[in-house]
């Protein structure tokens, strides 16, 4: 028998293993949350860019929208499996400052 810490990293190696449920959920919940906050994150720093710049080239905005990305990868591989691509559903709300889609 093998210890059971070298098992469970083991089975964490192989690729058909899938972790108790309990465990994706929380890893699920703590990803949502993650992703949530940076979200906040950038809109933040959108909504107090200097004068004449833009979030395509302002570094800070740059390195919150990479690092939300990053989170909302890791969220959808938690959820909907390494497997790409995916096929999401995207609900998108527009301002009212864009009249032709709001």
Known sequence: DKPKTQLSNEL???EHYQEPIDNRVTTIQKL???VKIKD???RAIKSQLPPGKFMETYPKALAATKKLQSQTRRLL???Y???EPYRV????K???TIPDFA
């Open 12 to 14: 964490e190696r192989d």
């Open 32 to 34: 949502v949350r993650s």
């Open 40 to 42: 906040k994150i950038v």
């Open 77 to 79: 591989i938690a959820r």
């Open 81 to 83: 499996g390494p497997n």
């Open 89 to 92: 559903r995207v609900s998108l």
């Open 94 to 96: 527009f301002q009212s």
